[in-house]
């Protein structure tokens, strides 16, 4: 998934992971130099258990990272699932759209869309002539 579709979460945590991996790659060279004598070998021991804290944590957070993009992908599937269903109620009458809002489940938010939506045009347009306008 390309990093414009992710979730503000999922962007932070893939960022996250990175950084977490580059620090364990960082104290894996440090304890390599360790156990060949470049630095002392107690900073090399250190430096492994920080590589092993660092890597555990790195799949942590890959984890979370993972779970996170399939909620915001499963959010975004459900939204055009909701707007499809939408499209194909427009053309119901309001009470049919009211039975379908009762029942509930994807098909009952997009009633509710639809009736909300026809609720907010019929005040925008105001009283029609018919109705009584003052005049």
Do not use: F, N
Request: proline share 4%.
């Amino acid at each position: 998934m390309p990093d414009a579709e992710l979730s503000e979460a999922a962007q932070s945590l893939r960022t996250s992971t990175r950084l977490t991996l580059a620090l364990a790659l960082v104290t894996l060279a440090l304890s390599y130099a360790g156990a060949r004598g470049w630095v002392a070998r107690e900073i090399g021991v250190a430096a492994l258990y920080l590589c092993a804290a660092c890597l555990i944590t790195a799949v942590w957070l890959g984890v979370k990272g993972r779970r996170q993009r399939l909620e915001d992908r499963e959010r975004q599937a459900r939204l055009v699932m909701i707007v499809t269903i939408a499209a194909q109620l427009k053309t119901q009458d309001d009470a049919a759209l009211q039975t379908i809002a009762r029942k509930g489940g994807p098909a009952g938010e997009a009633a509710e869309l639809v009736l909300h939506g026809r609720r907010e045009r019929a005040v925008r347009s105001g009283p029609s002539p018919a109705e009584g306008a003052p005049g």
